[in-house]
């Protein structure tokens, strides 16, 4: 199709920040190229069970998909998951986890004149993951590649064009090495289908992230009528040539 991400590898990033007091400096000037994948913390909403928001069937398939494929630690979107998630304190039977990839399925949503609406929806609690509670230790947890499959959330929550708020600059500043979501809202059959190609292209053929994407974009000319633009929707800040790469 005639749009420039399903033609091209293509990524964006956002302004190098300052130094920190230990010299780090996020982001950084310019993205990584390469991850080691030892873990995916995998997050899948399950609202049908705990809150009455609407139930996400084909969310709980792209979990069950992930995780039958990839070593993951699998949480359900809970307040205090998610908190241990974001401050670095995950673990498992064997002790502290360090994820390379986060990748989130879920609701979310972003809504200019009502903020407390904004960010990933969780499974217990009125409250949102946004950006003013995603925190540095996130770095010090594996540095990961953020993926939110949930509506909305590549937006910055201001009508500023080009402004570089939200999610993507929350968490680049606080040291992901890449960060994809959608910018609006879209159909949760061809998201499921969008996450599991996406890591089947990276994790298991060698694609490039960049590359991924713009076959993933391309999908777009292949709906009847181009009635469905969820194809279009995902937005990449990263390096276009970042691989990713099982750990041995």
Do not use: K
């Amino acid at each position: 199709p005639q749009v420039l991400g399903a033609q091209c590898q293509v990524g964006r990033w956002t302004p190098a920040g300052p130094l920190a007091p230990d010299g780090a400096r996020r982001p950084p000037v310019a993205p990584e190229h390469g991850i080691q994948v030892r873990r995916v913390a995998l997050v899948v909403g399950d609202y049908h069970s705990r809150n009455g928001t609407r139930a996400l069937p084909f969310a709980e398939q792209e979990g069950e998909a992930l995780g039958e494929s990839y070593p993951c630690v699998r949480l359900s979107a809970t307040l205090e998951e998610f908190t241990e998630l974001l401050g670095g304190r995950l673990a498992d039977a064997a002790g502290p986890v360090a994820t390379e990839v986060l990748h989130v399925a879920c609701h979310g949503g972003v809504d200019p004149d009502d903020p407390a609406s904004n960010g990933i929806v969780l499974s217990d609690s009125a409250l949102r993951i946004d950006e003013f509670v995603v925190g540095g230790e996130l770095a010090e947890a594996g540095a990961p590649l953020v993926f939110l499959n949930a509506c909305q959330l590549a937006q910055s929550g201001t009508d500023l064009l080009g402004d570089q708020g939200g999610l993507a600059r929350a968490f680049l500043s606080v040291g992901a090495r890449g960060f994809v979501a959608p910018l609006w809202s879209v159909d949760d059959e061809l998201a499921r289908d969008m996450a599991v190609d996406f890591y089947r292209y990276t994790l298991g053929d060698g694609l490039t992230v960049g590359e991924a994407l713009r076959r993933l974009r391309a999908r777009f000319s292949q709906i009847p009528g181009h009635t469905q633009t969820t194809p279009l929707a995902y937005v990449y800040y990263g390096h276009p040539d970042l691989r990713l790469e099982l750990a041995g």
